[in-house]
């Protein structure tokens, strides 16, 4: 089957992408033929392969009309959406999380923009699956926001420090010293949404706060967004305690991967027993992430399909 597609001479060059890196991610996809002679992209293929192209191409034209930067992983986020779902790419990529500098924050796969309505919806969201899946990154996008526009009055980030397998008293340097390698992530994603001026003033202020876990005890968060990052970490008693300084007018989200354990036994995590503690209350919502989520390098989606595969593997 072979078919045309006429595009507006304004975007071709947007459309295409540097040295044609758009058309060549979507020849990849679809494994048929795909080329551009000035305004009009044609296919050949097999029909499904071509009908597909063409969902794509209408797709990625409508997101370059709302503003959206076009690239190789837009191609590859689009043609997934499309795959899952049967349902419309421009819908889910539409969902502006956060802008900052002209780059615009959103979903990239359907169980993200599942995630973002539940991070919208619910007062405690659970997201749980492997790195790279923007479990963190989209629920900091939200938080920063909700603080912009005055709909909460502080982000607290808190991981639990454990990875290093020493107690932070023994640590050198001073307190943010000590703390700096557990919470170094979350700073560097925080850089990407704030300038760096306007971040040092919110954090003197004690609008943003971040702290390890250990710092929540005894404390009641109102008025609060609030995120437990690598909460595969916490033992089942650090939990419960987060969770219950959850405040007025406040919100809580939980992200971990319970593949990444580093607790001397991976069965008494918090993040895993969770689940069934808290599965069946109300305005308490569970996402499940897995390896097709993963927006990073494409190799980093078949690395974790690989280690999942080899790990059922060695329980049978």
Same mark, same amino acid.
């Given at each position: 089957?072979?078919?045309?597609?006429?595009?507006?001479?304004?975007?071709?060059?947007?459309?295409?992408?540097?040295?044609?890196?758009?058309?060549?991610?979507?020849?990849?996809?679809?494994?048929?033929?795909?080329?551009?002679?000035?305004?009009?992209?044609?296919?050949?293929?097999?029909?499904?392969?071509?009908?597909?192209?063409?969902?794509?191409?209408?797709?990625?034209?409508?997101?370059?009309?709302?503003?959206?930067?076009?690239?190789?992983?837009?191609?590859?986020?689009?043609?997934?959406?499309?795959?899952?779902?049967?349902?419309?790419?421009?819908?889910?990529?539409?969902?502006?999380?956060?802008?900052?500098?002209?780059?615009?924050?959103? +979903?990239?796969?359907?169980?993200?923009?599942?995630?973002?309505?539940?991070?919208?919806?619910?007062?405690?969201?659970?997201?749980?699956? +492997?790195?790279?899946?923007?479990?963190?990154?989209?629920?900091?996008?939200?938080?920063?926001?909700?603080?912009?526009?005055?709909?909460?009055?502080?982000?607290?980030?808190?991981?639990?420090?454990?990875?290093?397998?020493?107690?932070?008293?023994?640590?050198?340097?001073?307190?943010?010293?000590?703390?700096?390698?557990?919470?170094? +992530?979350?700073?560097?994603?925080?850089?990407?949404?704030?300038?760096?001026?306007?971040?040092?003033?919110?954090?003197?202020?004690?609008?943003?706060?971040?702290?390890?876990?250990?710092?929540?005890?005894?404390?009641?968060?109102?008025?609060?967004?609030?995120?437990?990052?690598?909460?595969?970490?916490?033992? +089942?008693?650090?939990?419960?305690?987060?969770?219950?300084?959850?405040?007025?007018?406040?919100?809580?989200?939980?992200?971990?991967?319970?593949?990444?354990?580093?607790?001397?036994?991976?069965?008494?995590?918090?993040?895993?027993?969770?689940?069934?503690?808290?599965?069946?209350?109300?305005?308490?919502?569970?996402?499940?992430?897995?390896?097709?989520?993963?927006?990073?390098?494409?190799?980093?989606?078949?690395?974790?399909?690989?280690?999942?595969?080899?790990?059922?593997?060695?329980?049978?």
């Amino acid at each position: 089957m072979k078919t045309t597609r006429e595009i507006d001479n304004d975007i071709v060059a947007e459309f295409t992408g540097d040295h044609d890196t758009n058309l060549k991610a979507l020849e990849q996809r679809l494994g048929c033929d795909i080329g551009v002679r000035g305004n009009v992209i044609s296919l050949e293929g097999e029909e499904p392969e071509v009908e597909r192209g063409l969902a794509i191409i209408e797709e990625l034209l409508e997101l370059i009309a709302a503003g959206h930067v076009v690239n190789s992983e837009t191609v590859e986020s689009v043609g997934s959406v499309i795959a899952e779902s049967s349902g419309r790419a421009a819908e889910v990529f539409g969902d502006i999380v956060w802008e900052h500098r002209g780059r615009k924050i959103v +979903p990239k796969t359907i169980n993200q923009k599942k995630y973002v309505d539940s991070l919208r919806g619910s007062t405690i969201t659970f997201a749980i699956g +492997p790195a790279g899946t923007g479990k963190t990154y989209l629920a900091l996008a939200l938080a920063v926001s909700e603080l912009l526009s005055k709909r909460v009055n502080r982000i607290i980030l808190t991981r639990p420090a454990v990875e290093a397998g020493e107690k932070i008293g023994f640590l050198p340097g001073t307190m943010l010293e000590k703390v700096d390698p557990y919470l170094r +992530p979350l700073f560097d994603a925080l850089y990407d949404m704030v300038e760096p001026d306007r971040l040092t003033t919110l954090m003197e202020k004690g609008a943003i706060e971040v702290a390890p876990l250990a710092f929540m005890r005894g404390r009641t968060l109102n008025d609060s967004f609030i995120i437990l990052d690598e909460a595969q970490n916490t033992s +089942p008693e650090q939990m419960k305690m987060f969770l219950t300084r959850l405040g007025f007018g406040s919100r809580m989200v939980v992200t971990g991967d319970i593949t990444q354990v580093d607790l001397p036994d991976a069965r008494f995590s918090g993040l895993v027993t969770v689940v069934d503690i808290l599965g069946e209350i109300s305005d308490i919502s569970f996402i499940n992430f897995e390896s097709k989520d993963v927006v990073r390098h494409k190799l980093v989606q078949k690395i974790v399909a690989a280690y999942k595969q080899y790990s059922g593997g060695q329980h049978q």
